[in-house]
Each structure stands twice: as C-alpha cells, then as structure tokens.
DNA sequence: CGGAATGTTGAACCGTTTCAAACGGAGTGG
DNA sequence: CCACTCCGTTTGAAACGGTTCAACATTCCG
C-alpha cells in the first residue's frame, strides 16, 4: 500500500477521507490514480463558464477562486478554492460549466481524465460517497455566502471572509506566526463580497484600527481569534472541517 | 415495470432521470421505493439547523424553502424547493443539517429510509450519479444566487427571481395562463434577495409601473416574458434543466 | 366581526458607491 | 541608479440606493 505524504494528491485524498472510512485498497487506488501535473502563473484561467473539458482538475498547490460575471459585465467570485479540492467536479456529471475558475496566485493543478475517475467511482462506492461529501461541502459554505453577502454589513463582511480564509489555512497547513496570507487585491475581495474595492479598503483600515485584524504585505495577523469570530458572526461548522 | 405517472414520487423520478439514463431496472426500483407520505401545513418545519434525521426527506408536493439564520438574529432564504427535489442529502452523506427547511405553502413530503436509498445507490451506479447530478444542480443554483444577490441591484434583483422562479414553476407544470404562483409575503422575498420588506414592495410596484410585471394575489403574470429576462440579466442555463 | 398579519406610503437617515486625484511599491529599460 | 510606468492602495466629497421608523390601508383567517 502506497500511502507517501508526498504524493501531489495527498490533499486531495485526505480531505475526501474526512467523512467518510476508505478502505486501504481504494485508498491505494486512489494514490495510483495516473495523473498530469501542470503549472499554471497567478492569473491563469482554469475552466471558463461554457467549457466542457473531458478531465477533472484537481488543486495540488496554491489558490484558485471561482467567479461568475453578469449581464452587466459585474463579476462575482463565489467559492475559493484550496488545495486538494476538485475543481471541475460538474462537467463530470452534468453538462458545461457554469462559473469560471481562475488561480489567485501560482498553482500546480493535476489532471485527471474522467473516464479514470468514473471508473473509480463505479469500482468503490466508499470513494464515490466521498466526492459526494466534497460536493455537500461546497454547497454548505456557498450557502454561508449567501448569508454572508446578504444579511451581514460590510466591515462584518469582511471580517467573516477573513475568519474563513484563516480556518482553511489552517486546514490545510499550520502556520507558525498566525500570519494568514490572503493574496487578494481589494479589488478581488470586493468582488467575493459583493463591496467596491474603495469600500473594503475603508472597511480593512476601520478592522486594524480596532485591532482585530494587523495587516502585513499580502496576508492579516489575527490577534484575537475569538474576537474576529464574534465580530464576524463565523461560526466553523458550516466548513464541516475536522481541525 | 412501474411507470405510474402517478407515483407520488413521479416528480423524483423525473428529475433524476434528466442527466442520467436510469435502466428500466433501476427506474423500477425507484418507482418501488418505501416511503411514507405526510402533510405539512404552510409554515412548518421540515429541517432545522443542526438536526441529523435518519431519513431523507422528498418534497412531492408544494414549495418550501431553505433559510439560514446569522448571529444578528437575520434571515438569508438560500434556496427555494420545487416538486422532486430531496430535502435533506446532506445528513445522508455528512453529519448535521447547516440550514433550516420550511414549506411556503402546504406540502407533501415523502420520507425515505437512509437505509433504503444507501442501498439503492450502492446496487445502482446510475441513481448514484442521479443524486450527484441533482446536487450539483443546486450548486449551480447557489452560485447564481450569489451573483444576483452580490452585484445586482434591487429592481433586477427581484426581477431575476421572479424569472426563476416562473421557469422552474414551468419545469414542474406549464400552466394555462402565465399566471405564476408566487406565494410568498414581501418580507420572505425580501429575506430571499437580501433587502428589506419595504424595498420589495417599492421595486415590484416599478417593475409593474413599467409594465414587466402584472401583479395577482399571491401571484405575478409575466406580459413580456423576453424583455423580463433582458432587464434581469436571466439566462436559464445554470438551472440546467430541460424544457 | 375582530384581530393579526401583510402590504403601502412618506420622510429622514445611513451605508455604500462613484468619481477623481494622489500615493506607494515593484518591475523595466536606459 | 534613476526615471518611468503600471498596478494597486489610499483619501475626500458628493451622490445614490436602500434602510429605518412610523403611520395607515388592506387582506386574511378564526
């Protein structure tokens, strides 16, 4: 059984074992599963809205976000996307895609072919409820951001967005100084939460000076971690992360 | 082979069966599933937050909609359920609900075993991919929403949702007159769109001042169904249905 | 019929946007 | 190493979209 920390779809499979139990032998499925790795420059676009690929994206390294744009030439970004998650799970099952998928900073994506993945998922049904659970959780913090966007006023926001940035941070990987990076322009941000970029610039200056947030070069200090999530309203479950 | 249109969970079949060809087997085993039939009145509780039934939960007849509460005690509406569509995956595949589900209108509600249809979707590749489609379907929806309720403003706000809403009423019943069910109060859409009860009231008196909207009892009528879609920026594709 | 819930309207207020200008830092070429 | 440019950040003032509050009208329902 192959179980190196180093394969590149190490994250991937450790966040589909979350909810539910793999058995070794499709877990050494799932480490041999034959894969391309690709580089891809902060900025690059993954999937585009229309896109039908033939092979599954997995996210090895690195950020990517999610967006789509209006009629009115507005974008949206609706989901960040951290390493191990499979990015282009729709066209797998139903049809073209619907949303963009652009890298927010350098990335290493591994390809997959679907016919290799459908093939797993007919052989083992422990793999398959798995990619269903990553699916739900998707469907469960989009629905945070709807709450987040709608209901919640925009230094509160932001705060929320900033708590949610840090707890999968740390999902993925502990940081030593509680330095979180967050390699967004404002502008990007504002397009995740529904603000201008001038407003969330406003909005970060008002949360440092109240000393929830220390802002470093492309990242936020957290001093006061309960702090920020009461201020936040960020409650973790909705991640259904286990950290 | 059971092919009564008039299986109570007909609407489920149906909806299903749009992405994936189901054998006549497999349709024959779904149209054999155990389940129990209930009503609930306009109002009730079909899910709370935090709940982890032991069933799903399968809406046969009516309307209800999905809601989540923030910290300062607000409502975001994060989906609305049409006819077929299952209630609660999420519990099937995860752990505990993150959103509360309430009828709009009086529903029937058809409970089926965890049990039941884990073993359907284990004996049954295609039901599995089925549910993974219909899934997915939401999702789709999701993002949409987070997009109309980020970088829309309020008239096409609420004149996308009342696109929507027609279309998927559409999807489920063509009916006669163009004459939607809307049956929700102000406050409701309100909760739906993010904004206030008041503002509804003011933009759906606009949008039928400029004739896109002809206002009924609980209810609109769509005089001009292409120039509604135009003004809210409405392309049905996201909701992936067929019709 | 009566009471509660929902819809309607106006005026004042406030959070956010818009526009425009200035500032800062990183990278490039001379 | 400086000058230049590009891109993102910062700041201010005015305008706007949406909220709040409060009063009143209407519909629903027991």
Redesign the pocket.
């Known amino acids: 059984m192959n179980t190196a920390k180093d394969n590149p779809l190490a994250h991937m499979i450790e966040s589909l074992s979350i909810h539910n139990a793999i058995s070794d032998k499709d877990l050494d499925s799932l480490y041999h599963l034959p894969y391309h790795l690709d580089y891809f420059e902060s900025g690059s676009y993954i999937l585009r809205d229309g896109d039908m690929p033939d092979q599954c994206r997995v996210l090895v390294s690195g950020i990517a976000y999610r967006h789509k744009i209006s009629a009115m030439g507005l974008r949206q970004i609706v989901a960040i996307h951290m390493p191990g998650e499979i990015l282009d799970l729709q066209q797998l099952y139903i049809d073209i895609s619907d949303s963009n998928v652009q890298t927010l900073i350098g990335c290493e994506i591994a390809t997959i072919s679907h016919a290799a993945l459908r093939q797993l998922v007919a052989e083992s049904y422990s793999i398959g409820n798995a990619i269903v659970a990553s699916m739900l959780m998707e469907l469960s913090s989009a629905r945070e951001w709807m709450l987040n966007i709608g209901r919640r006023?925009?230094?509160t926001?932001i705060a929320h967005f900033i708590c949610e940035f840090a707890y999968k941070s740390n999902a993925i990987e502990s940081l030593a100084g509680q330095v979180y990076n967050l390699p967004?322009?404002?502008?990007q941000m504002?397009d995740a939460l529904?603000?201008?970029?001038?407003?969330?610039?406003?909005?970060?200056?008002d949360l440092a000076r109240e000393g929830l947030i220390v802002?470093v070069?492309h990242g936020v200090a957290i001093p006061d971690w309960k702090r920020l999530t009461q201020v936040a309203g960020f409650n973790s479950r909705y991640l259904h992360l286990k950290n």
């Open positions: 006023e925009g230094r926001r967004m322009t404002q502008e504002g529904g603000l201008t970029a001038v407003h969330i610039n406003r909005m970060l200056k802002r070069k």
